[in-house]
């Protein structure tokens, strides 16, 4: 190799060895904005933080020293709140990249200045005044709130505690001594960790809780009648006062009656203060709804007087009865002999309250009372023709109406009745009537398999054939044929002994063809079938009714049928019963 050639490879050699790489390049600093545009701080602040590498995945944020937050990286970016609560002045903020949530693991950081101005919270109670003589409970508001502040309170008695804002906080004063006392409260950021100066709240203890306030009645009646026309109320200290009255207010709110009331003798004793329901200008109250306020005072060590007003009692002032609206009898005209008809009168009536007394007074044409009778319940409330001295009062008209004691002694008259007694008495004669069928029925059903035939294969006037089964085979409905028959009987005030019966038989000869027949109350309702013999007879219901029970204004109703291929001819229906008439 020439020298020339060796020095050119030497230099070769030599420019490869001596070759330097580039500098790393500076990563971007961070990029921070905040939501008001300058690095004043407020409050809370919304900021967003770009530019951060791709190794960072939380970025801390830290301002005098403290740490505020840690924003979790999303991509290049983070974004989130500052709250400053607490802090206030010029200083530095710094922002460093981090690897863990706490803020712990961080490198490269950006450092700004910044001036926090946060406004002076102020406090007001929601409770009204500030003199508490009981364990209660305190709501503060802020004036100056944005984001989820909360609320450190200090009370005399116990250790610092946290609330939410507009939570109650409770205060136990029974420890504590008569006189002022503070609340210190403090602003505080939502994880407790800066909070604002702190401010008082005043209240004071004062100890004026009566043992108790009642009235002995909800109602009464100031009418001057001796029952009921006083209202006493009842009190004691919890500890000696100085003074007291009671203040009754109307339905409206309106003051109708004030005055003081005597103290007990001792704080252990009771007051009592007797209300003759007249209003402080004169007159009794008039009827309606009050409520009564006692309100006691104590002069404190300092002179100042303090008031406590108590839970209101509510009560009536009631002077009138609520008597009955109306007076009934159970029938205009009765007859008192003891014969079962209409022997005594009732009155009906209903009460708007409950007596506590009701006394019934009946009177003839004249006026003159002739029976007063204590009226025990409303079923008690009846007139059997009797005077007072056991006699029976003469025919003729009366009136009649109820003299009511409520109970605070108010008396009430219900409006007047008349009754007319008559020197009557029921004479009960044996009656019967026959019908046909015909003649007699009002409506009926026949089957779609059945005929009813009139008159009946018999050849009877007025008959009826009731004949099951006669164009098709069926069971019991369209099997069916039944009538309805009505029976209009003597006219009378009243019935007894009724009893349904007829005369008939198998259509067909030497069958054993039944039919049934029932009488019907005067709810329309079947009283009780009876089975028909199963020859050419005259045949009863077995049983007797009462008027009262199947007699509807003066007529009878009954059924008879037939079904599953019976057939059967009735030649006519008989009623027997006995009349009821006035003799």
């Given amino acids: 190799m020439s020298r020339s050639a060796l020095v050119g490879a030497l230099l070769a050699l030599l420019g490869t060895a001596l070759v330097v790489p580039p500098a790393a390049a500076e990563p971007p600093p961070l990029v921070v904005a905040f939501g008001g545009g300058d690095s004043t701080l407020s409050e809370v602040e919304p900021f967003t933080v770009s530019n951060i590498s791709e190794s960072a995945s939380y970025i801390g944020v830290t301002y005098a020293g403290r740490q505020l937050t840690a924003l979790k990286v999303e991509g290049a970016a983070a974004a989130g709140q500052l709250e400053t609560w607490g802090l206030a002045g010029s200083n530095d903020l710094v922002l460093a990249e981090c690897t863990d949530a706490e803020a712990t693991e961080c490198g490269e950081s950006l450092t700004l200045a910044t001036t926090v101005t946060n406004p002076d919270p102020t406090y007001d109670l929601s409770r009204p005044g500030t003199e508490f003589s009981l364990p209660f409970d305190y709501t503060v508001h802020l004036a100056h709130t944005s984001g989820s502040p909360s609320i450190r309170a200090t009370s005399p008695d116990a250790a610092p505690q946290f609330v939410d804002l507009e939570v109650p ?39 004026t809780v009566p043992g108790k306030f009642s009235v002995a009645a909800a109602a009464f009646s100031p009418n001057g009648d001796g029952l009921f026309d006083r209202l006493r109320f009842t009190y004691s200290q919890g500890v000696p006062w100085d003074s007291a009255e009671i203040v009754i207010r109307n339905a409206a709110a309106a003051e109708v009656f004030h005055s003081s009331v005597p103290l007990p003798q001792a704080p252990s004793n009771d007051g009592f203060f007797s209300f003759n329901g007249k209003a402080t200008g004169g007159g009794v109250l008039p009827d309606g709804s009050y409520t009564a306020v006692l309100t006691a005072t104590r002069v404190l060590a300092s002179g100042d007087p303090v008031a406590w007003a108590y839970a209101a009692k509510t009560f009536k002032v009631d002077t009138k009865a609520q008597a009955p609206a109306t007076l009934t009898p159970s029938f205009p005209t009765f007859y008192p002999y003891v014969d079962g008809y209409r022997d005594a009168v009732r009155f009906a009536y209903a009460g708007a309250e409950s007596y506590a007394r009701i006394d019934l007074k009946v009177r003839n044409a004249a006026g003159t009372l002739v029976r007063s009778k204590r009226v025990l319940s409303s079923a008690d409330a009846t007139w059997n023709g009797k005077r007072t001295n056991g006699t029976r009062a003469p025919e003729g008209r009366y009136s009649a109406r109820l003299r009511v004691v409520d109970r605070l002694g108010n008396v009430g008259l219900s409006p007047t009745t008349s009754v007319t007694l008559r020197d009557a008495r029921i004479v009960w004669f044996p009656r019967s009537l026959t019908v046909t069928p015909e003649s007699s029925r009002v409506d009926g059903q026949t089957g779609a398999c059945s005929t009813r035939r009139a008159p009946s294969l018999h050849g009877w006037t007025g008959s009826t054939g009731y004949l099951s089964n006669t164009t098709c085979q069926s069971g019991f409905e369209a099997s069916t044929v039944w009538t309805l028959h009505r029976v209009q009987l003597q006219k009378a005030p009243t019935y007894r002994r009724v009893r349904l019966g007829w005369y008939g038989g198998p259509t067909r000869a030497a069958t054993h063809d039944r039919a049934s027949a029932s009488i019907y109350d005067v709810r329309g309702i079947s009283v009780g079938w009876v089975s028909t013999l199963d020859y050419l007879a005259s045949q009863y219901i077995t049983q007797s009714f009462r008027g009262s029970r199947v007699v509807d204004k003066g007529h009878v109703e009954f059924g008879f049928q037939t079904d599953s291929g019976n057939r059967y001819d009735v030649k006519s229906f008989t009623v027997a019963y006995e009349v009821g008439l006035l003799r």
């Fill in 169 to 207: 906080l409770p205060v136990d004063t029974a420890a504590l001594s008569e006189g002022p006392h503070q609340i210190a409260l403090e602003v505080c950021s939502e994880d407790h960790l800066r909070c604002s100066p702190a401010q008082p709240v005043t209240f004071t203890v004062v100890r």
